[in-house]
């Protein structure tokens, strides 16, 4: 099973980035997927997640500004990312999950990507 994240990149305030995460090694079209960040000498922290039928989650901070979304033919999971803040910069880390409900914790998270960056600018 791999994870592949891209789309991470510089872009400034205000701007809009969308990052995909591509699954192979299995079909994930019935688990829920997510999305993690981490800045420095702080902890990876929960994005957004989407089960399997789409249903969708995220944290508050990122309410309004970005959206989760998959495609399942292509085992594929976006994270559009709009009117980002400098607080936003992290690196982004998508994942797998087994469990059918809400997942915010990294435990809960049972495969990982490898990580994509994203720096927002002031």
């Known amino acids: 099973v791999q994870l592949q994240a891209s789309g991470g990149g510089l872009v400034q305030a205000g701007g809009s980035l969308r990052l995909s995460c591509a699954a192979s090694?299995?079909?994930?079209?019935?688990?829920?997927m997510g999305w993690f960040r981490r800045t420095p000498g702080k902890e990876r922290e929960f994005v957004a997640t989407?089960?399997?039928?789409?249903?969708?989650y995220y944290t508050d901070s990122v309410k309004g500004r970005f959206t989760i979304s998959r495609d399942n033919a292509k085992n594929t999971v976006f994270l559009q990312m709009n009117s980002l803040k400098p607080e936003d910069t992290a690196v982004y880390y998508c994942?797998?999950?087994?469990?059918?409900?809400?997942?915010?914790?990294?435990?809960?998270?049972?495969?990982w990507g490898q990580g994509t960056l994203v720096t927002v600018s002031s």
């Open positions: 090694g299995r079909t994930f079209s019935s688990l829920r």
């Open positions: 989407i089960s399997g039928s789409g249903n969708t």
């Open positions: 994942a797998v999950s087994y469990s059918p409900y809400v997942s915010t914790r990294e435990v809960e998270y049972d495969y």
